[in-house]
């Protein structure tokens, strides 16, 4: 009798099995009549159909099981059947609210910051251009951080809310959906690649319908990259690079797959921690990265720093490293927009470009002579 | 004259014991440097590794200190603090005292805007830190001590202590909404508890601080024997009680205050430190529980410290994590221990 459910069991999950790869199998060949437009980031999809988009955020948040997928429709788009369980947003979206700096210069670039109607805790936004627009009263402020006002958005009532989940968690994210508000989760953040970071432009060029203006403005800075990179593999010597800071006795640094450790590698430089697994930020003991960093020839991104002074008023044991002996610590943290974001913070991810040539120049200024750091500044 | 000899025994064997965990805190760290080094640094002030070197004398010698004076301040200002309000379950932490620091380091720190430059100019110096927090510590203090006075009760005194660091950190979370990213993160920062990034200027003002603290214990050692048996008791002795009182009340936030400006809050040191020296010396005299209480409060920061860096490892666990685990246990075996007593 056992056995006989048993072998019943096996049978079923079988056929169950069955089932869903064939399921599988199904979906995929319907997806792939249309190729993905997105190549470098790994957690977005776009098939673009007659009269719509599928839109695909497979990875929101870095332990997410599930992802998302958005039907943008044009208009007189004629929806097929099968994707009508998906939420739909009318293409080309005419009002908009960002809960990231880092959507900002998407925007900018794309030519649509004036669809920009809210934003939380506004004073981060470093770019003039929105700034401007901030001052003005154009720019709602619709709460502090991620905790979004859900009233104010509610009667603001904007075509798009794009917005980040860090967990499973987001009943703010939930309440809106309910109120029939569009809220698109942007996953940029857990991109690792540069480029793949600054291809999610292409997300916001098919919200716009410029889908054809963002792959344009990408490929000039995925030719800018990959020319930046050419550059550096001429150079043999790769200095060895120290980063990171100290809070509260632990060292923070940026783990070996991260987005800043590829940008160190790709700019040719001996990252002392590149070989650590992880996206993330390793944390340290003081007398670890003491042991390991004393003689590193350069040291990037001290935390929040913008001099040496403040940084060895904050840690005395700060002074004791050759870089900072030496004068050779670049921080991002300079550069500060009117009311004192970092503009690093807001721009970096959109012009991978600029941070690859910023990084070239620190570590060989021979390669690019007449080029001036745009991000990256000498502590003095 | 047996339980002379048997104090003067344990008295050599704390003494003895603080040299060693003292040397251990500084042999042990999350690199492994050989013991052999570690006095060749210590002694000659130089080793086999210009690193290593630095690492002990520069690092590892001030965190033993700042444990060692940390622990000393917070235990006797909870010895105080246990006498004071004849309270077993008086102390910095518990009191709430810890929080009115806070509250002190949140009011310079995050509500700087609200002052005119000049001031919060200074009150973001060190010393400035110092005195907010101490000031912050006074005030709780005196409020509970005002409160007790009305009470009587160790229950309700724990619970308006309770409401205290409620309280603050209400007004610590209102003004968080009102301050910058970086005010937000320094204070943060502090919050967290932390022994190791002291210069040694800041740790010879807050060795200053806790010798001020200190010597104003010992001039109190004979009224707070008298204390135990009453206020009353105490005044007929003709000891001027508002007088030591009012000593006492200065010592004690004098020493939580700066301990906690400089290392952030430290929990159930003070409160869990005179009672492990009352039971293992089993007397109530003054004389002999200053001592103990404070070399056992050495000896109990320099064990939490050293365990706080698991050697060899990279993890470093906070400070105050391992100060719970080590006093909660404590309050808990007190208060049962209390109700055992009564029914």
């Given amino acids: 009798m056992k056995s006989n459910i048993l072998y019943f069991f096996a049978i079923f999950s079988l056929l169950f099995l069955f089932g869903c790869l064939q399921n599988n199998a199904n979906e995929k060949t319907k997806i792939s009549a249309v190729a993905n437009s997105v190549k470098y980031a790994k957690g977005l999809e776009l098939y673009h159909y007659k009269g719509y988009t599928v839109m695909k955020v497979t990875k929101p948040w870095p332990e997410a099981t599930a992802g998302f997928t958005y039907i943008l429709k044009e208009k007189n788009g004629v929806l097929p059947d099968s994707l009508k369980q998906y939420s739909m947003i009318s293409v080309p979206i005419q009002s908009i609210v960002v809960t990231s700096t880092t959507h900002i210069p998407a925007l900018e670039m794309l030519g649509v910051e004036n669809t920009l109607i809210g934003f939380p805790s506004t004073n981060f936004i470093s770019s003039t251009k929105t700034r401007k627009r901030i001052e003005n009263g154009k720019v709602r402020e619709v709460g502090v951080n991620e905790s979004l006002n859900t009233e104010v958005l509610i009667d603001m009532k904007p075509d798009a809310i794009v917005t980040f989940g860090i967990n499973n968690n987001n009943s703010t994210i939930d309440n809106l959906k309910k109120s029939g508000l569009n809220v698109l989760i942007n996953g940029d953040w857990t991109e690792q690649s540069p480029l793949g970071k600054a291809e999610w432009i292409k997300f916001f060029g098919a919200l716009y319908g410029l889908d054809t203006k963002a792959n344009t403005l990408f490929t000039s800075i995925e030719t800018n990259y990959n020319n930046a990179l050419a550059l550096a593999n001429k150079t043999t010597i790769s200095p060895t690079v120290l980063s990171g800071a100290i809070y509260q006795d632990q060292w923070y640094v940026p783990q070996g797959q991260s987005w800043a450790s590829l940008f160190l590698k790709d700019a040719k430089a001996n990252y002392l921690w590149k070989e650590s697994k992880g996206f993330g930020s390793l944390s340290l003991p003081f007398e670890k990265v003491f042991e390991k960093g004393q003689n590193a020839e350069f040291w990037v991104a001290p935390g929040d720093f913008s001099s040496l002074k403040q940084m060895s008023d904050s840690n005395i044991h700060y002074a004791e490293f050759a870089s900072f002996k030496n004068k050779k610590v670049y921080s991002y943290a300079v550069n500060k927009g009117a009311k004192g974001g970092i503009i690093y913070f807001e721009l970096a991810s959109a012009r991978p470009d600029l941070v690859l040539k910023d990084l070239i120049k620190i570590f060989h200024p021979e390669l690019l002579p007449k080029y001036s750091p745009f991000f990256f500044i000498k502590l003095e | ?343």
């Fill in chain 2, 1 to 343: 004259m047996k339980t002379t000899n048997k104090n003067t025994l344990l008295f050599l064997t704390l003494i003895i014991g603080v040299v060693i965990l003292f040397v251990l805190n500084i042999s042990l760290g999350s690199i492994n440097i050989p013991v052999k080094e570690v006095y060749q640094s210590l002694l000659h002030g130089s080793c086999s590794k210009e690193s290593w070197n630095y690492i002990i004398l520069n690092y590892r010698l001030p965190k033993a200190i700042v444990a060692i004076l940390v622990g000393i301040g917070l235990s006797i200002s909870g010895l105080l603090m246990q006498t004071l309000f004849r309270n077993p379950l008086a102390g910095p932490y518990v009191l709430g005292l810890s929080s009115g620091a806070s509250l002190g380091v949140a009011v310079v720190i995050l509500g700087a805007w609200l002052l005119p430059i000049s001031l919060s100019e200074f009150f973001l110096s060190s010393f400035g830190i110092i005195i907010a927090s101490s000031l912050g510590s006074f005030i709780v203090l005196v409020s509970v001590l005002v409160i007790a006075k009305r009470l009587r009760d160790t229950m309700a005194i724990l619970i308006v202590g309770l409401m205290f660091g409620s309280l603050t950190s209400a007004i610590v979370g209102s003004l968080t909404y009102f301050s910058s990213a970086e005010q937000l993160q320094k204070f943060t920062f502090w919050s967290l508890g932390n022994l190791g990034n002291l210069t040694w200027n800041s740790i010879a003002i807050l060795c200053f601080c806790v010798v001020l603290g200190l010597v104003l214990s010992v001039f109190s050692i004979k009224p707070l024997n008298a204390l135990l048996l009453g206020e009353n008791y105490a005044r007929s002795l003709g000891i001027n009680y508002k007088k030591t009182k009012y000593i006492i009340l200065f010592a004690t936030s004098i020493l939580a205050g700066s301990i906690t400006a400089f290392v952030g809050p430290i929990a159930f040191i003070g409160l869990a430190v005179p009672h492990i020296a009352k039971l293992v010396f089993q007397t109530s005299n003054h004389k002999i529980l200053f001592w103990s209480t404070l070399l056992f409060g050495a000896i109990i920061m320099l064990i939490c410290d050293s365990i706080t860096q698991i050697p060899g490892t990279e993890i470093i666990l906070p400070i105050n994590a391992i100060t719970s685990i080590f006093g909660a246990p404590i309050v808990i075996w007190l208060l049962v221990r209390k109700r055992k007593m009564m029914g």
